[in-house]
């Protein structure tokens, strides 16, 4: 079974749309994560929610809104899309964060093209 | 804010070669270092974690250390492979992941 799951996979889409994207981790974490790999491939942080709680929200338009029903799911909707946020986004999971052993879990990526 | 920087961008060898991947990071204020793999297409796969107060970590044909006090840490391939092909990401913890831009991987057989 695939531990950390986000749909859909590959997601084209023209500007100005509304799109989600969903994440389901089965591994039991009380924590999970949505990043953002650029063109460049550098990866960067942009939500964390503890326990249906958001703990970081980094510098991210507002379009962008995390929603987590439960401690299992997180999901990633974006409002108003732009060329710009063409990119892959990753979903993330882990048990322990903010401790040494924080071990974390990704999912296989959501490449968004926005044309 | 946290900085990190992987040294070479890529890499290519001939198989049976040890590969030596190079990380350093600005804040030493880090809980932990981690090593990830990325093939072309997928998500990014642990390959070692070192907590702060380890030097370094093992697993199989690889090792990892880690010198806080220099802000380095090394990713040790022994004997690489084929199969080792890909995009090798290093990321510093605390309590969120800095990643660097990565190391790219080939070996030729």
């Known amino acids: 079974d695939t531990a950390v799951s986000q749909t859909p996979k590959y997601l084209v889409t023209q500007m100005g749309n509304d799109k989600s994207i969903k994440c389901e981790q089965n591994?039991?974490?009380?924590?999970m994560y949505w990043y953002k790999q650029d063109s460049k491939k550098f990866l960067k942080i942009m939500f964390s929610?503890?326990?249906?709680?958001?703990?970081i929200n980094e510098t991210v338009p507002n379009r962008f809104s995390p929603k987590s029903p439960d401690k299992a799911h997180l999901n990633l909707h974006i409002n108003s899309l732009e060329l710009g946020d063409s990119a892959v986004y990753f979903c993330?999971?882990?048990?322990?964060?903010?401790?040494?052993?924080?071990?974390?879990?990704f999912g296989e990526g959501s490449w968004l093209t926005v044309v | 804010k946290q900085e990190v920087t992987q040294i070479p961008a890529a890499l290519s060898v001939p198989e049976g070669e040890n590969l030596v991947l190079n990380c350093s990071f600005t804040?030493?204020?880090?809980?932990?270092l981690q090593w990830f793999r990325q093939d072309p297409g997928k998500g990014l796969t642990s390959l070692l974690l070192i907590q702060s107060s380890q030097r370094e970590q093992t697993s199989g044909r690889l090792n990892a250390s880690l010198d806080k006090s220099s802000g380095r840490s090394t990713l040790y391939i022994a004997a690489s492979q084929p199969g080792d092909s890909a995009t090798y990401l290093c990321?510093?913890?605390?309590?969120?992941?800095?990643f660097g831009a990565g190391t790219t991987v080939t070996v030729r057989a």
């Open positions: 993330a999971s882990s048990q322990d964060p903010g401790t040494t052993r924080n071990t974390i879990y």
């Open positions: 804040d030493s204020a880090i809980y932990n």
């Open positions: 591994l039991g974490h009380d924590t």
């Open positions: 929610y503890n326990n249906k709680e958001l703990i």
């Open positions: 990321a510093a913890g605390d309590y969120k992941l800095s």
